[in-house]
């Protein structure tokens, strides 16, 4: 079963408390893998795509790495503007065209 | 780049009523766009795909004759809620394929809140 998988489902740090979100995926065909940052009553914003295991993309505070069955959001020196929920999707080729899948994100607080 | 609008951002209506949120990419061309709906502390739910010029395809589940899509442009789509009621309550999202820039990377919208009385 195609599946998309984010833990945890909330993580608490202290401002400077580094750490990673985790995003693991059974889903065959992937075309690419995407990270969306999502304020509370607003629309997701985009922030990495990755499109195959070993790629890693940067920027400011966070990095994304993707393997063969997982990605990592790595959260450097986490600050409070950086609470948010963290969203990751697969997207996967399906017959003539795509499919994606949404995990259900995880709810990240940096305590000041 | 890649900027997605939604309007309105909120609207209260009353139930039986009809209901019309449009979906803008602002600075680019999007041949795609998507409608997803999302509750409190849930993720997002696809609804239908929306492709410029013919028919939407539309997720398992989700009325068509309810959830009325068009997407008569390169630039809008736009989602009508037919006889709302309180159940269709939701927090309402569109995106967008930027297929000329990043074409597997969808940009989204601020969201609409719908509230139906």
């Known amino acids: 079963e195609d599946q998309v998988t984010q833990s945890p489902e909330a993580l608490r740090l202290q401002e400077g408390e580094s750490s990673s979100l985790n995003c693991s995926y059974t889903?065959?065909?992937?075309?690419?893998l995407f990270w969306y940052r999502q304020d509370p009553g607003k629309g997701p914003e985009f922030l990495f795509t990755l499109y195959s295991a070993g790629e890693e993309k940067e920027k400011e505070r966070l990095k994304a790495t993707l393997t063969k069955k997982e990605s990592f959001l790595h959260i450097t020196a986490p600050k409070p503007e950086d609470s948010a929920t963290y969203l990751c999707a697969v997207q996967a080729s399906r017959g003539t065209g795509n499919q994606f899948y949404f995990g259900t994100g995880t709810s990240l607080t940096v305590i000041p | 780049g890649a900027v997605v609008s939604q309007h309105p951002s909120r609207v209260i209506c009353k139930s039986g009523t009809s209901v019309k949120i449009e979906c803008r990419s602002l600075d680019f061309q999007a041949t795609t766009m998507f409608w997803y709906r999302q509750f409190p502390k849930q993720s997002l739910m696809l609804m239908a795909t929306s492709n410029e010029g013919s028919k939407a395809t539309y997720e398992q589940g989700v009325e068509k004759d309810k959830f009325l899509i068009n997407h008569a442009s390169l630039t809008l789509s736009t989602l009508t809620v037919t006889s709302a009621h309180p159940e269709d309550s939701s927090f309402y999202i569109c995106?967008?394929?930027?297929?000329?820039?990043?074409?597997?990377?969808?940009?989204f919208g601020p969201g609409t809140r719908l509230t139906v009385l």
């Open positions: 889903v065959s065909g992937l075309r690419g």
């Open positions: 995106s967008a394929r930027d297929s000329g820039r990043a074409p597997d990377t969808q940009y």
